[in-house]
C-alpha cells in the first residue's frame, strides 16, 4: 500500500476545500467536468459530493485538475511553510 503524505501541497489544499465545504470544479481524463464539494481523500481516490449530494468516487490518476468554483483558494488557500529547529551544541548534551 503506498504512504499518504499529508505534508504535500496538493494534499493540504484539498484537505482545506473539505474543512471550508468549498465547491470545486473537477475535470476528468476523460474530459468530463463535475462540481460539488470534496467528502474525503485518501491516497488513490477523492470522494466529491455532486449537487444531489451523491458521492461520486474518483482515482487519482483520472484526474485532470481539481480547482476552486469562482477562483481564488478560499482562506485556506495554499500555504507552503517550512519550519526549521536549530539545537545548540550545549543542548545536545542535556538531559
Known amino acids: 500500500m503506498t ?14 476545500f473539505i474543512k471550508e465545504a468549498r465547491q470545486v470544479e473537477v475535470k476528468l481524463m476523460t474530459n468530463e467536468v463535475f462540481t460539488g464539494t470534496v467528502r474525503w481523500q485518501d491516497q488513490d481516490c477523492v470522494c466529491l459530493l455532486n449537487e444531489n449530494d451523491q458521492p461520486i468516487i474518483i482515482w487519482r490518476h483520472a484526474l ?3 480547482k476552486p468554483q469562482n477562483g481564488g483558494g478560499g482562506s485556506r488557500a495554499l500555504q507552503v511553510q517550512e519550519e526549521h529547529s536549530v539545537a545548540s551544541f550545549d543542548n545536545l548534551f542535556e538531559g
Open 3 to 16: 504512504e499518504f503524505h499529508t505534508g504535500l501541497p496538493s494534499i493540504r489544499q484539498l484537505q482545506g
Open 64 to 66: 485532470v485538475y481539481i
